[in-house]
C-alpha cells in the first residue's frame, strides 16, 4: 500500500535523452514548416492561375457581350435603312399599285424592326410585367401582317397578369413570335395569346388561331421546320414543355408552352 508519509523519489531525466528529443522535434516543427510553407506557395500560384482564368474569362464574356449587342444594332439599324429607302421608293414612283405595295413593304419592315426592339429591349431587366410585355409585342406584330384596316386588332392577349424573371420572360416572348408567325402563315382568323396559371402544371402560355385543326398524328419535336426547332429550343432553355391540341370548339390549333 502507498504510504502517503513517504516522499516521492525523483528520478532525473537523462540529459542526453532530453537533447534528443528536443533536436528531434525541432526538426520535426522545421520539416512540418518547410511543407507548410511549400503548401501556401502551391497555393498562391493556384490561386494566382485561377485569378488570371477569371479575368480572362470577364474579359471573353465582356468581349461576346459587347458583340451580341453590336450586332442587334446593326440588325435594328439594317431593319430601319430597308424600310426607309423602301418608303421613300413608294413616294418617289409615279404607279399607284406599285406605291401602295412599296408603302406596305416599307411598313411590314418597320414593324418588324419594331417587335424585335421591343423583344430586345427588356435585356438587362429582372422582371418583367409579362401580360403588358405580350400586350405591346403583339400590338407591334399586329401592324406587320395588317394589310388594311378590316385586320386590325386581328391578335387578342388573354389571361392573367403577371410578373416573371427576364431570363424567362424573353424567351417566351420569342417563342409567341414564332407560334404567331406559324399562325399567321398557317391559319386564319383571330388570334389568341393566352396567358393562365394551373395548380398543376404553373403556369401556361397558349397561342390559338381558327384555321384548320393540325393532324392527330402531327408531332412538332418531329418538325424540320426551322420555327418549331426555334421553338423547342427556347422551351429547353426555360426547363418547360410543349404541347397542342384543338382550340375552342375544335377550330384550329392551339400550342402551349408550360412552365413553372
Known amino acids: 500500500m502507498f504510504n502517503i508519509t513517504s516522499p516521492a523519489r525523483f528520478v532525473p531525466f537523462p540529459r542526453k535523452m532530453a537533447h534528443a528529443l528536443s533536436d528531434r522535434t525541432i526538426a520535426s516543427v522545421e520539416n512540418d514548416r518547410v511543407r507548410y510553407a511549400r503548401?501556401?506557395?502551391?497555393?498562391?500560384d493556384a490561386l494566382a492561375r485561377e485569378a488570371v482564368l477569371l479575368g480572362e474569362k470577364e474579359t471573353i464574356l465582356e468581349q461576346q457581350e459587347i458583340l451580341r449587342n453590336e450586332m442587334v444594332h446593326r440588325?435594328?439599324?439594317g431593319l430601319q435603312m430597308v424600310a426607309s429607302l423602301l418608303s421613300l421608293q413608294s413616294r418617289a414612283s409615279a404607279n399607284p399599285d406599285v406605291n401602295r405595295q412599296l408603302s406596305a413593304a416599307a411598313k411590314r419592315v418597320a414593324s418588324i424592326e419594331r417587335v424585335h426592339r421591343q423583344l430586345h429591349s427588356s435585356d438587362g431587366?429582372?422582371?418583367?410585367?409579362f401580360?403588358?410585355?405580350?400586350?405591346e409585342l403583339c400590338a407591334d406584330f399586329t401592324s406587320?401582317?395588317?394589310t388594311d384596316e378590316t385586320m386590325q386588332n386581328q391578335i387578342f392577349v388573354e389571361g392573367v397578369e403577371m410578373t416573371l424573371p427576364a431570363a424567362t420572360a424573353i424567351p417566351l416572348g420569342f417563342i409567341v413570335n414564332e407560334l404567331i408567325t406559324n399562325a399567321v402563315k398557317h391559319g386564319m382568323g383571330k388570334i389568341v395569346v393566352e396567358l393562365q396559371t394551373n395548380p398543376a402544371d404553373g403556369h401556361i402560355l397558349s397561342v390559338s388561331n381558327e384555321g384548320l385543326p393540325?393532324?392527330?398524328e402531327y408531332d412538332p419535336a418531329a418538325s424540320k421546320g426551322l420555327g418549331m426547332k426555334i421553338i423547342g429550343s427556347f422551351v429547353r432553355q426555360i426547363g418547360g414543355s410543349f404541347r397542342f391540341d384543338c382550340g375552342d370548339?375544335?377550330?384550329g390549333p392551339r400550342f402551349m408552352?408550360?412552365?413553372?
Open 249 to 251: 370548339l375544335d377550330r
Open 214 to 216: 393540325l393532324p392527330s
Open 39 to 44: 503548401l501556401v506557395d502551391t497555393l498562391r
Open 125 to 129: 431587366a429582372e422582371t418583367v410585367a
Open 257 to 260: 408552352v408550360l412552365f413553372a
Open 144 to 146: 406587320v401582317i395588317a
Open 131 to 135: 401580360k403588358e410585355y405580350l400586350e
Open 75 to 77: 440588325l435594328l439599324n
